[in-house]
């Protein structure tokens, strides 16, 4: 028999780092929050293996200036949060994005034009500049990307970098978790509870509205308000929700590696390093702590995606994927090398039709979705716990979302953002890159 165990204002299913930025927004507000997580931590979920680069290179242009924005947060870190924590604060290394540049890459012109038009501050860099500034890059084109088994992936150079483009404002986070921890000391200094080991497992309605959430010792939390910011694990929840079936966009779970390689002989990566998006050899790098180069996948065609569930799949760093990354990483840094012992993380995106997130109430009066995050929301959790906030008390005042798009106005930037971009019911965007640059 269940029991009637709290009452809050809004509960919120997932303690990553989207869900703890909803969090920490909401309970400033004034909202009473109940933030549950099946986890023992707060950013034990995708959160804790994100690669937490700060970038500003999308294909759209709300996509772009939802990135600046989000990226104030990282910098305005210790104001924002607003109080101390006991296991320190994250840093932000500002070490710049370097996007390589070749003959008719299109996603690298999108982003030039994109940061000319909304006024985001870049240097273009010819080879020569590369060369001096990046000594250990090797400028030869061996794209499109393959896999190493193809004998396409072993061509010679078949031309060259025709420079870069520096966004001096970008770089990561080093502690992914730890924001996590310091958005819930941020959020329980106004009141947020956080229950972990808390797992939902179903969504209670009554009519058409969502009236709280049944954990799974049976104990229930009534709401007039749910979120759904389960990252991997969203797709489930809208199922349990109902909501599923009435989205026009889906998402699914997509294992993804990530590789730690050391940094080249006589490379200081750690403290010289940059973040690089190469679309010719289909990776991105930044460095890593313990001077080691961080290699993900640029998500080229030819590498299949692998669609998993949550609940169950392979965790283990695989030789195929390792060769694979670290060869491509190869052919950009040459005295990388390829270690015999594979390091690194495996882990899953919560992946949208269109590689786009989902920030919407749905057709279920009340319940929310911060969703779809596609391997490249980390950066905007501020922004987006801001904005999900500026969309529920909208809606619960009455507002007709679906007809008349909510507008934020970011706190740091000013700059508008249109909520309705990231609606339930768009259209698959064609402008989107369909990968993880969103
Ligand atoms: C390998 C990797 C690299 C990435 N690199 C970058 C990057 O460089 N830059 C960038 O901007 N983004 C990056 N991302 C994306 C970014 O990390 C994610 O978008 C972000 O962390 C998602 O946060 P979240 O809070 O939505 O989800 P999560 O952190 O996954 O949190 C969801 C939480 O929901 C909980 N949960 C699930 N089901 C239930 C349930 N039934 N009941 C209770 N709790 C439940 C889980 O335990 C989990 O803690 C990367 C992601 C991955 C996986």
Redesign the pocket.
């Known amino acids: 028999m269940t029991q009637v165990q709290d009452k809050a204002d809004v509960v919120v299913?997932?303690?990553?780092?989207?869900?703890?930025a909803l969090t920490l927004e909401l309970s400033r507000r004034g909202h009473r929050t109940v933030n549950?997580?099946?986890?023992p931590v707060?950013?034990?979920?995708?959160?804790?293996?994100?690669?937490?680069?700060?970038?500003f290179s999308y294909s759209t242009a709300p996509g772009v200036t939802m990135a600046w924005e989000g990226a104030q947060y990282w910098r305005e870190w210790a104001d924002y949060i607003g109080v101390e924590d006991e296991l320190g604060l994250i840093e932000f290394h500002p070490c710049g994005q370097l996007l390589l540049l070749t003959e008719g890459d299109h996603h690298a012109e999108r982003c030039r034009e994109l940061w000319e038009e909304l006024d985001i501050p870049f240097d273009t860099l010819t080879p020569d500049d590369l060369q001096a500034k990046y000594p250990w890059l090797d400028h030869g084109l061996y794209g499109p990307p393959a896999r190493p088994d193809d004998p396409e992936f072993w061509r010679d150079s078949t031309g060259n970098l025709t420079g870069g483009l520096l966004s001096r404002d970008a770089g990561?986070v080093s502690d992914?978790q730890l924001s996590?921890h310091n958005l819930q000391r941020g959020a329980e200094a106004h009141g947020a509870e956080f229950r972990f080991n808390?797992?939902?497992?179903s969504i209670d309605k009554a009519e058409d509205r969502v009236v709280g959430v049944t954990?799974a010792d049976g104990k229930q939390i009534q709401a007039p308000v749910v979120v759904n910011?389960?990252?991997?694990?969203?797709a489930?929840?809208n199922q349990?929700a109902g909501v599923f079936d009435s989205m026009n966009i889906k998402t699914a779970a997509l294992r993804?590696e990530?590789h730690h390689v050391p940094s080249p002989p006589g490379v200081d990566f750690e403290a010289g390093g940059v973040v690089g998006a190469d679309n010719d050899v289909g990776i991105?790098f930044?460095p890593e702590v313990g001077n080691n180069v961080l290699v993900?996948s640029g998500d080229p065609t030819c590498d299949e995606r692998e669609y998993v569930d949550?609940d169950d799949y392979n965790t283990n760093l695989t030789e195929d994927q390792w060769n694979a990354q670290v060869l491509r990483a190869n052919r950009r840094i040459p005295s990388l090398g390829v270690p015999h012992e594979r390091r690194g993380?495996?882990?899953?995106?919560?992946v949208s039709d269109d590689w786009l997130?989902i920030y919407d109430r749905t057709d279920l009066d009340g319940f929310y979705v911060?969703?779809g995050?596609?391997?490249?929301?980390?950066?905007?959790?501020g922004v987006a716990g801001q904005m999900m906030a500026d969309l529920i008390e909208a809606v619960e005042s009455g507002h007709d979302h679906d007809a008349e798009p909510v507008v934020t106005t970011g706190r740091y930037t000013g700059r508008s953002i249109d909520v309705g971009f990231y609606s339930r019911n768009r259209q698959v965007n064609p402008d989107s890159s369909m990968s993880?640059h969103g």
Not at 13 to 20: D, E, L
């Open positions: 299913i997932g303690a990553g780092v989207i869900g703890c549950v997580d099946k986890a707060a950013g034990a979920g995708s959160t804790v293996n994100s690669c937490a680069i700060v970038r990561y992914p996590c808390a797992e939902v497992v954990l910011v389960a990252g991997p694990h969203s489930i929840i349990k993804h990530v991105y930044r993900g949550p993380v495996v882990d899953l995106y919560d997130p911060a969703i995050t596609s391997g490249n929301q980390y950066k905007n959790a993880v």
